[in-house]
């Protein structure tokens, strides 16, 4: 055991149950439970979106995913950071004025029908348990490699303590642990990125032309198709990943722990500086692994290369920077499982619970305990389905909870805001086709089925042969959201969307007659 490392998690984990105790004192009521009241400010909620949204999958994933795969990795990169335009320009605006704690609040404005809240919510908790899957995984193998804490334990410690953050905290604690998980995050990956270019004589030409011969791909580590062979599966993993961060839960609901609809945007901005920065970093941890780790000892470590960015850290910086790094990715892991219950949570609580169980009739205490219990559901299922999971990369299996978020949400939310005709039945129908659909060809695809042992989860041909549905889900979403628009008998209530549309830009909540 890294005697260096585990004081360090000790130290992290002290800071965070001190953050929830404070934060305890503070939620009491729905309102500051799910969203700490509005009382965030715009880069307060900025930091914390960037906490969010920087993942596992972010620091771990595409770190050795650039050092084993090369250029297929940054894709990763690219795709996670475009993703904020959509949500910048098109998304956050119109969901703060409409919404209230969920994504549901906003899709209920328009339509006051329990099914379309019903969906929603059912959405909203199968995203959140998939993206949190990937960060249960990158938990376990990093307090593996770092403690030697057998895998399933090491799961059981990560989703005790998010369960505690969420249960005791709710947002506010969720969103300071954010917070400082971001500041530690974006250090560390400094400092590192520093370390690396450093070696390099500070020389980016020369960083490129070592990288070359620094790995088994040879020249080909700089050139696209190392990991996606087939350009299909290239397109339909950045159409996932550009689109589905406007569909994710644990960001939408970050828009409601501000005051109002420009605070919204400016928290956006705030952290797209901060994620943007981040991502141009990830090249230098991933060349700087695939050069000072090497390709064999990444992969021994861990086959996805979910452990390149700690073991690069100890390459460069000994016991120390690698405790570091080591205890901030699990700070990483610990803020976006606290933000995934959460989102979960509120879903099952607000949504099903408080809106079609109780009609509307839950007190305050009952929703509370039910926001309290579906925590502590969440997370049980998500760390059961995590012990099947780890073998595979978080970065890919994040990317694969993006297509779901694109197909199923996405859809529904630009025509719930922008088309006149569009009714409950288009409503329903997009969402259900669009979970499905993507769940489904995940499940007949090279992820789940391999013909190799060991490669897969299942051994078998695979049925869908690309690695992500996007490209095939995405557009079903967005078509069976018309046709079932087109083909119900239910008029759409066009008084209702100008009344929408207003509020949308606006942000007025009634409107003269």
């Known amino acids: 055991m890294n005697g260096l490392a585990f004081s360090l998690f000790l130290i992290i984990v002290a800071l965070t149950l001190v953050i929830t105790y404070f934060a305890s004192k503070r939620t009491k009521t729905t309102s500051e439970f799910y969203t700490a009241d509005s009382t965030l400010t715009g880069w307060q909620n900025g930091l914390a979106i960037a906490g969010d949204y920087m993942s596992a999958a972010s620091f771990l994933g595409i770190a050795g995913m650039i050092a084993l795969a090369g250029f297929d990795g940054f894709f990763y990169s690219?795709?996670?950071?475009?993703?904020?335009?959509?949500?910048?320009?098109?998304?956050?605006?119109?969901?703060?004025?409409?919404?209230?704690?969920t994504m549901a609040d906003m899709i209920a404005a328009r339509f006051d029908d329990k099914k379309v809240r019903g969906v929603a919510a059912l959405n909203t908790i199968s995203i959140s348990i998939f993206y949190m899957i990937a960060q249960l995984v990158g938990a376990g193998g990093l307090i593996k490699l770092l403690l030697g804490i057998d895998y399933v334990y090491s799961v059981l410690i990560v989703g005790t303590l998010m369960t505690i953050y969420v249960v005791f905290g709710g947002m506010t604690a969720t969103s300071w642990v954010q917070i400082v998980k971001a500041v530690l995050?974006?250090?560390?990956?400094?400092?590192?990125?520093?370390?690396?270019?450093?070696?390099?004589?500070?020389?980016?030409?020369?960083?490129?032309?070592?990288?070359?011969?620094?790995?088994?791909?040879?020249?080909?580590?700089?050139?696209?198709?190392?990991?996606?062979?087939?350009?299909?599966?290239?397109?339909?993993?950045?159409?996932?990943?550009?689109?589905?961060?406007?569909?994710?839960?644990?960001?939408?609901?970050?828009?409601?722990?501000?005051k109002d609809a420009?605070?919204?945007?400016?928290?956006?901005?705030?952290?797209?500086?901060?994620?943007?920065?981040?991502?141009?970093m990830t090249i230098f941890l991933g060349f700087g692994?695939?050069?000072?780790?090497?390709?064999?000892k990444i992969v021994a470590a861990n086959p996805a290369g979910n452990m390149a960015a700690p073991l690069l850290?100890?390459?460069?910086?000994?016991?120390?920077?690698?405790?570091?790094?080591?205890?901030?990715?699990?700070?990483?892991i610990l803020a976006v499982v606290?933000?995934?219950?959460?989102?979960?949570?509120?879903?099952?609580?607000?949504?099903?619970?408080?809106?079609i169980i109780r009609h509307g009739q839950a007190t305050e205490r009952e929703q509370m305990?039910?926001?309290?219990?579906?925590?502590?559901?969440?997370?049980?299922?998500?760390?059961?389905?995590?012990?099947?999971?780890?073998?595979?990369?978080?970065?890919?299996?994040?990317?694969?909870?993006?297509?779901?978020?694109?197909?199923?949400?996405?859809?529904?939310?630009?025509?719930?805001?922008?088309?006149?005709?569009?009714?409950?039945?288009?409503?329903?129908?997009?969402?259900?086709?669009?979970?499905?659909?993507?769940?489904?060809?995940?499940a007949l695809s090279p992820n789940v089925w391999a013909p190799q042992p060991g490669v897969a989860i299942l051994v078998g041909e695979p049925i869908f042969k690309l690695a992500n549905p996007g490209i095939v889900s995405i557009p079903l979403g967005f078509i069976a959201a018309v046709i079932g628009t087109l083909l119900s008998s239910k008029k759409a209530d066009e008084k209702k969307f100008d009344e929408i549309l207003v509020k949308a830009n606006t942000g007025i909540k009634e409107l003269a007659n």
Do not use: C
């Not at 690219?78 to 704690?101: D, M, S």
């Not at 420009?262 to 901005?269: D, E, F, L, M």
């Not at 016991?319 to 990483?332: I, Y």
């Open 185 to 258: 995050l974006m250090a560390g990956t400094f400092i590192i990125s520093i370390m690396v270019f450093a070696k390099f004589d500070f020389n980016l030409v020369k960083m490129f032309n070592e990288v070359k011969t620094a790995t088994p791909l040879g020249e080909a580590f700089l050139n696209p198709g190392n990991k996606f062979k087939n350009p299909l599966d290239t397109i339909s993993l950045n159409l996932a990943l550009i689109l589905g961060t406007a569909g994710l839960p644990h960001i939408l609901i970050r828009f409601f722990t501000v």
């Open 313 to 332: 850290a100890e390459a460069l910086g000994g016991e120390f920077l690698f405790a570091f790094v080591s205890a901030v990715a699990f700070a990483t």
């Open 78 to 101: 690219i795709g996670f950071l475009v993703a904020y335009l959509v949500v910048l320009y098109i998304v956050a605006e119109p969901l703060r004025n409409l919404g209230k704690y």
């Open 289 to 296: 692994a695939a050069s000072f780790v090497g390709y064999d």
């Open 338 to 355: 606290a933000g995934l219950v959460l989102s979960a949570a509120s879903a099952f609580a607000h949504d099903f619970y408080s809106h």
């Open 369 to 442: 305990l039910a926001a309290r219990w579906a925590s502590i559901g969440v997370a049980v299922l998500s760390i059961l389905l995590a012990l099947f999971a780890q073998k595979m990369n978080v970065a890919f299996l994040v990317a694969l909870a993006f297509a779901v978020a694109a197909s199923a949400n996405l859809p529904i939310i630009l025509l719930t805001i922008f088309w006149k005709r569009f009714n409950t039945t288009g409503a329903i129908v997009g969402m259900l086709v669009g979970l499905f659909s993507s769940l489904l060809l995940v």
């Open 262 to 280: 420009p605070t919204a945007r400016k928290s956006v901005v705030y952290a797209t500086w901060i994620i943007g920065l981040f991502y141009v």
